[in-house]
């Protein structure tokens, strides 16, 4: 199907762009396109114009000296290749090189993905369990929003209509910390049918001094399994704190059942995907 009719239009600073996205309601931003493209075509999505970023300076590139800055246009591919980032956050350049295809990885962009909230999305669980946040331009200025404030719900964030992330930070990661994101490829598209992402740090005597666990794909936003992340704390990470912690994982979660997989399915899944992603954090401390 074709998309309905639209302008275009393609700013060369980010106040320009929120300028835009400000006077017309029914506008949306251009990332990378691979999220909103397929949605227009189907005509899910019908926006008036069209705000492409890819003109404005500045939003790509990443930054792993210390606190690490990615720009939000930086692609899928950007950080599958960075060898700077696999050093220091390798679940980051693993799970990009698991993104649907090398089309999607070329074009698809980290600031896209966070924008989207799309519940079978990788990225979301990966912001979330590092605790990244996103810098943000509008009309009113710039702020900026942490990772367990930016998803509202299904493809709802908490970004105002005239607000576009500039970029995305995580904290550099504590020595002891090891990392891992697992997910269940759907056959066809590669998104999550479940993924589980899990960053855990140890302190001197051994034991868990911080877990965070991020899911997606099963609920309608990524969520933090909060009961998992409690009963590890403090504990050592071995077999019977990861299998504790992979048996609540679904506790306290709102499961989505669908044609690909039933509620049951995913539930299961969540279970078993947090304990291979505990288990390889484990060994990459
Ligand atoms: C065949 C296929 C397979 C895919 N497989 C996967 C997969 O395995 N895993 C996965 O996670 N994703 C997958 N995707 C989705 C892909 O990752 C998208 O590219 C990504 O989710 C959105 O990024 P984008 O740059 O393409 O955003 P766009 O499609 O351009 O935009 C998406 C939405 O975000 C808004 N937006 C974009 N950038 C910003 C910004 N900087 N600030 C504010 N709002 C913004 C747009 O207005 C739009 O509403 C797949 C897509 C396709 C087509």
């Given at each position: ?91 980051v350049t693993d799970a990009a090189d698991n993104v649907g295809d090398p089309a999607v990885q070329a074009r698809g ?177």
């Open positions: 199907m074709f998309p309905n009719q639209f302008e275009y239009q393609r700013p060369d600073s980010v106040q320009a762009a929120a300028g835009l996205l400000a006077a017309d309601p029914d506008a949306k931003l251009l990332a990378g396109g691979h999220s909103l493209i397929p949605a227009m075509k189907l005509r899910l999505a019908s926006p008036s114009s069209l705000v492409d970023l890819g003109g404005i300076e500045g939003l790509v590139g990443i930054d792993a000296a210390g606190t690490i800055a990615i720009g939000a246009m930086t692609t899928y591919a950007m950080l599958r290749d960075s060898r700077e980032l696999s050093r220091v956050l390798p679940m962009t980290l600031g896209g993905a966070l924008a989207h909230s799309d519940p079978a999305a990788d990225f979301t669980a990966i912001f979330l369990a590092l605790n990244g946040s996103v810098d943000v331009t509008g009309t009113n200025g710039t702020r900026t929003i942490g990772a367990d404030d930016l998803f509202v719900d299904l493809f709802t964030t908490a970004l105002q209509p005239d607000e576009i992330i500039t970029s995305v930070s995580f904290p550099a990661p504590d020595s002891g910390t090891g990392m891992a994101y697992e997910k269940f490829r759907h056959p066809a598209s590669g998104y999550a049918v479940v993924g589980v992402a899990a960053v855990v740090t140890t302190g001197s005597d051994g034991n868990v001094a911080s877990a965070r666990i991020a899911i997606t794909g099963a609920p309608s936003k990524a969520t933090r399994a909060s009961e998992s992340e409690q009963l590890l704390q403090g504990k050592k990470l071995n077999d019977e704190s990861i299998a504790a912690a992979a048996a609540a994982a679904a506790n306290g979660l709102d499961i989505n059942g669908d044609h690909f997989a039933s509620e049951e399915y995913r539930r299961h899944l969540v279970g078993v995907l947090t304990g291979r992603a505990l288990t390889r954090a484990a060994a990459g401390m």
